[in-house]
């Protein structure tokens, strides 16, 4: 059985808030077997789990503390258990789009075993969540794998598919760099509605009608597809425990990526 970890040290990062537009600073503290992942803002304790998560269209979030998606993904997919995320404002740093930055900050502090086993979720059944064409699964497996699925009727990226065990090798070579992504003309109609004051192309993918705004191009040709798989490891944190499923989706997002974790909650 495997044992629980935390950080040999704290790391700090900087940034600012995808929506918010403000700066905020991250300091990821090491933390005592059993405390799982917790966000601490203004002397406030919020656990990332289920009692206090939600979604919608365009984040994750605990509690008042938003956009934790790329954040929890990179602390998921490296096996990291146990973690005090002390934050100067109530979202998330963007960083670059992606959950690289926060890959980077963890390696560096560098991971250490603790004394605790780390608990395991196996599922006995299937779990499925569905609306308007799109769809989540989850079906009893003895190790992480995902299949997940995009189609858009952009030129430039149509029906996509990523399948991969997932681990920390693959998710740094094959997830951890995919961006966020979104639509140009959406973007606009976001702003006037007072979200993505901190967006801008260095990070965030924009798509045009027919081009990719980035001046350096995609990171991958499948970038959006990687992406939307990174957003649910992001949810799939929010669990009591480390999930062994195939997972299964088809053009998921962040509040059909929660419906289905909420329905999986701690079964054993």
């Given at each position: 059985?495997?044992?629980?970890?935390?950080?040999?040290?704290?790391?700090?990062?900087?940034?600012?808030g995808?929506?918010?537009?403000?700066?905020?600073?991250?300091?990821l503290?090491?933390?005592?077997?059993?405390?799982?992942?917790?966000?601490?803002?203004?002397?406030?304790?919020?656990?990332?789990?289920?009692?206090?998560?939600?979604?919608?269209?365009?984040?994750?979030?605990?509690?008042?503390?938003?956009?934790?998606?790329h954040?929890?993904?990179?602390?998921?997919?490296?096996?990291?258990?146990?973690?005090?995320?002390?934050?100067?404002a109530?979202?998330?740093?963007?960083?670059?789009?992606?959950?690289?930055?926060?890959?980077?900050?963890?390696?560096?502090?560098?991971?250490?075993?603790?004394?605790?086993?780390?608990?395991?979720?196996?599922?006995?059944?299937?779990?499925?969540?569905?609306?308007?064409?799109?769809?989540?699964?989850?079906?009893?497996?003895?190790?992480?794998?995902?299949?997940?699925?995009?189609?858009?009727?952009?030129?430039?990226?149509?029906?996509?598919?990523?399948?991969?065990?997932?681990n920390?090798?693959?998710?740094?070579?094959?997830?951890?760099?995919?961006?966020?992504?979104?639509?140009?003309?959406?973007?606009?109609?976001?702003?006037?509605?007072?979200?993505?004051?901190?967006?801008?192309?260095?990070?965030?993918?924009?798509?045009?009608?027919?081009?990719?705004?980035?001046?350096e191009?995609?990171?991958?040709?499948?970038?959006?597809?990687?992406?939307?798989?990174?957003?649910?490891?992001?949810?799939?944190?929010l669990?009591?425990?480390?999930?062994?499923?195939?997972?299964?989706a088809?053009?998921?997002?962040?509040?059909?990526?929660?419906?289905?974790?909420?329905?999986?909650?701690?079964?054993k």
């Amino acid at each position: 059985m495997a044992k629980q970890t935390t950080l040999r040290r704290e790391t700090r990062l900087s940034g600012v808030g995808l929506h918010t537009g403000k700066k905020v600073e991250l300091v990821l503290k090491p933390a005592k077997p059993g405390n799982g992942i917790v966000f601490s803002l203004g002397g406030n304790k919020i656990r990332a789990g289920l009692k206090k998560a939600g979604g919608g269209l365009f984040s994750l979030h605990a509690g008042p503390v938003i956009t934790i998606e790329h954040l929890l993904a990179a602390i998921y997919a490296l096996e990291l258990d146990n973690v005090e995320l002390e934050l100067s404002a109530k979202e998330v740093p963007i960083m670059d789009g992606s959950a690289l930055p926060f890959v980077s900050a963890i390696e560096q502090a560098g991971l250490t075993r603790q004394g605790r086993t780390r608990k395991e979720l196996f599922l006995k059944e299937v779990f499925v969540a569905c609306r308007e064409g799109r769809l989540i699964a989850a079906s009893p497996a003895k190790k992480l794998s995902l299949l997940c699925a995009v189609d858009f009727s952009h030129p430039l990226i149509g029906r996509q598919v990523i399948e991969l065990e997932i681990n920390p090798r693959s998710f740094k070579r094959q997830l951890a760099p995919a961006r966020t992504f979104g639509w140009e003309e959406q973007a606009k109609l976001q702003r006037r509605s007072g979200l993505i004051k901190g967006a801008g192309l260095h990070n965030a993918v924009l798509f045009g009608k027919r081009s990719v705004k980035n001046p350096e191009g995609l990171r991958f040709r499948n970038e959006p597809v990687r992406h939307k798989a990174l957003d649910i490891l992001g949810a799939l944190a929010l669990l009591s425990g480390r999930l062994n499923a195939r997972i299964t989706a088809y053009r998921s997002g962040h509040s059909l990526d929660l419906e289905l974790i909420q329905k999986i909650g701690g079964e054993k």
